[in-house]
């Protein structure tokens, strides 16, 4: 723990000219101050991020005052495995900030001179985290103005060929440091080998699919691009939903990649991520109100280009006119194709999917909560892993996958 830097040493170091500088060209705030002050406050820290929040006054003239928050983001590893883990945290915000539902990035600097960490400075957006019981509309509307957001054909994120693969190939990486530890547990291993055993047969399909048994690439293969795909967030925790008001953000952009909707849309729906930070486990009819939600606001995007019904950064309907206009529209998209169906079928697998990569992640995590080599330890999260990996949670996700004569 002694990597991680306090806060008292990042308000000493970030209270520097060039610094507040940058922020100020950032946010196009007139650069002929005389004097700054940055104060610094916690938030909420990730696995490898912690999160301040920093308030900036401007002083002019020595009168006059300018008020400025942001979010200051410091990085302590990677998932993926980067190098450069923060730069591409901050060109993935780039991609998405004209959808007006994420962090706007100011800067980002990995030169470890003001700091001994490489960190990333962003907007500040005001809310609390979601509620699945008030807030699954919202979150709909967000997902398709992010997944429907056009991104340019060259672009940095990460290319799977085969996402069902390439998610597999993942959780063998993570569950592979499960059980070669001294924690692996032969009952736990019995349950999790369903679940893999479900997710190589979608793979054994999904290859036969595309027509190619014998590709296979890296799960962080970046060759090869597709039309069809978007920019997802794969870490659709309901913490990372940010509400005040008819408002709603998505934050934290760890690990995008360029994959399907459906992906993002199964993890945000599997009992493993909505039970991280609740208690709740959604049911069937709540994931096809969500799912036909999800499918209107995304045909609308795709209709129209720009958002019709919906205002940008006020998620609410404009008036009974809309509503009624939004009824007919939900009627033609819902029925035209059986589109509903489909949609609904294929995030079903990308569900069970994700119930495999969040247990063997909590697997890896187990690990290396139990290890002296972990930066950051979080009380929350090692309480959560002995739930996900206790015999009865195992039980419930494998009879919610379908997978008891497995």
Same mark, same amino acid.
């Given at each position: ?38 104060? %610094? ?14 308030? %900036? ?24 495995? !980067? ?16 959808? &007006? ?10 030169? *470890?001179?003001?700091?001994? *960490? ?67 547990? +032969? ?7 369903? /679940? !893999? ?13 595309? &027509? ?6 890296? %799960? ?38 360029? &994959? ?16 991280? *930070? ?11 109100? !969500? ?34 206009? /939004? ?6 998209? +819902? ?8 949609? *609904? ?10 119930? /495999?990569? &969040? ?34 949670? /195992?039980?419930? %996700? ?9």
């Amino acid at each position: 723990m002694s990597d991680i830097l306090t806060k008292e040493n990042i308000e000493k170091s970030i209270n520097n000219r060039n610094f507040v500088e940058k922020l100020a060209k950032g946010k196009n705030i007139p650069l002929g101050f005389d004097k700054f002050r940055v104060n %610094v406050c916690e938030l909420a820290n990730g696995e490898y991020n912690y999160n301040f929040k920093i308030s %900036v006054i401007f002083i002019y003239n020595n009168s006059s005052q300018v008020f400025e928050d942001a979010v200051l983001r410091i990085n302590y590893g990677s998932q993926m495995n !980067f190098k450069k883990q923060i730069e591409y945290e901050y060109r993935s915000l780039e991609l998405l900030k004209n959808t &007006g539902v994420t962090p706007v990035p100011i800067f980002f600097d990995d030169t *470890k001179t003001l700091l001994q *960490k490489d960190y990333l400075v962003m907007e500040f957006v005001n809310g609390v985290q979601m509620s699945y019981s008030t807030d699954m509309k919202l979150a709909a509307n967000v997902l398709a103005k992010i997944h429907s957001e056009k991104i340019p054909e060259n672009n940095h994120l990460v290319k799977p060929f085969n996402l069902i693969s390439s998610m597999i190939d993942e959780c063998r990486a993570m569950y592979g440091k499960y059980r070669n530890s001294e924690f692996f547990d +032969v009952n736990i291993d019995k349950r999790i080998s369903k /679940l !893999f055993k479900k997710c190589e047969l979608l793979e054994k399909n999904e290859i036969e699919h595309i &027509g190619n048994s014998s590709k296979k690439t890296d %799960v962080f293969d970046k060759t090869i691009n597709s039309d069809s795909k978007c920019m997802i967030n794969t870490e659709l925790n309901s913490s990372n939903f940010l509400v005040d008001g008819a408002s709603c953000f998505l934050v934290d952009w760890e690990k995008p990649i360029l &994959g399907e909707k459906e992906q993002d849309l199964g993890h945000f729906l599997a009992p493993t991520t909505t039970f991280w *930070k609740t208690d709740v486990i959604l049911n069937k009819k709540e994931i096809d109100i !969500f799912l036909r939600d999800y499918l209107l606001y995304y045909e609308l995007y795709g209709k129209y280009g720009t958002e019709p019904i919906v205002d940008n950064r006020n998620h609410d309907l404009k008036n009974d006119a809309d509503k009624h206009y /939004l009824n007919i529209e939900a009627d033609n998209i +819902v029925k035209k194709n059986n589109e509903f169906e489909m949609l *609904k079928e294929k995030v079903s697998k990308y569900i069970i999917l994700n119930c /495999l990569r &969040g247990i063997t992640w909590c697997a890896m995590a187990w690990v290396e909560y139990n290890s002296e080599d972990k930066a950051i330890l979080n009380e929350f999260t090692y309480n959560k892993l002995k739930q996900y990996l206790d015999y009865s949670f /195992l039980d419930q %996700v494998i009879d919610i996958c379908g997978l008891n004569d497995i």
